[in-house]
């Protein structure tokens, strides 16, 4: 049963500062893997998507890269800014667009 | 009204109560979606349409009923629900189920639940 973890559950950093999001998953037969952001109380917005044939995808200050052999993600976002103050999931595709969720990292980026 | 709407945004309903969650997208897609999100748990699907046909349904209890009378509507009927039931039911859409970057699924706002 694909498993998803994300690492830290929670992360506050000062403005301007570069942080590194990561995500773990157990069965590397995986279509793609989607990174969402989720501002409290609402929905998800899709930030980027890599397929599994990709590396990395890159999206203004956010970029994403994938290593499926070892089953791993990781966010990057570069210049923080108190803005990005977000709920980040990572979804993993294991077919027909069955995505299998992460629990997430709760960033909190200060002024 | 663009991309993925649900309605109502936020639901009270007691344990005897049938009540119905609608989502709405405006994106032409194929592909409709139901999510639970439980505090502190990972967001679980629940039910997946493609053209109008459900292609999956992940163990979800009989008092979660979907339905999907188009493309572009999908219902969650709820009845006799327990407390633990409440949580944030997401509603998505893509525009297809294979596992491409043109499925990218896209998400409402979703419905905050709470049964007494």
């Known amino acids: 049963k694909q498993e998803v973890t994300q690492i830290p559950a929670a992360l506050s950093v000062p403005e301007g500062e570069n942080l590194v999001l990561n995500c773990s998953f157990t069965d590397s037969a995986i279509y793609n893997l989607q990174w969402f952001r989720q501002d409290p109380g609402k929905g998800l917005t899709s930030l980027l998507l890599?397929?599994?044939?990709?590396r990395e995808q890159t999206s203004g200050r956010l970029n994403a890269s994938l290593d499926k052999s070892s089953g791993r993600s990781t966010l990057y976002i570069a210049a923080s800014q108190p803005g990005d103050s977000a709920t980040y999931l990572c979804?993993?595709?294991?077919?027909?667009?069955?995505?299998?969720f992460g629990t997430g990292t709760r960033l909190l980026v200060s002024p | 009204e663009t991309g993925v709407t649900q309605t109502p945004r936020h639901l009270v309903m007691g344990m005897t109560n049938k009540k119905s969650l609608k989502c709405e997208q405006h994106l032409g897609h194929n592909a409709m979606y139901w999510y639970k999100q439980s505090a502190k748990k990972p967001l679980e699907l629940m039910f997946v349409?493609?053209?109008?046909?459900?292609?999956e349904n992940n163990s979800v209890p009989s008092r979660f009923s979907p339905e999907c009378p188009n493309s572009s509507h999908l219902f969650l009927h709820l009845h006799t629900l327990q407390p633990e039931d409440s949580a944030l039911y997401l509603c998505?859409?893509?525009?297809?189920?294979?596992?491409?970057?043109?499925?990218?699924?896209?998400f409402g706002p979703g419905t905050r639940l709470t049964v007494l």
């Open positions: 998505a859409s893509s525009p297809g189920t294979s596992g491409n970057s043109y499925n990218e699924q896209f």
């Open positions: 979804a993993v595709n294991t077919g027909f667009q069955k995505l299998v």
């Open positions: 349409y493609s053209l109008e046909e459900r292609v």
């Open positions: 890599i397929q599994s044939s990709q």
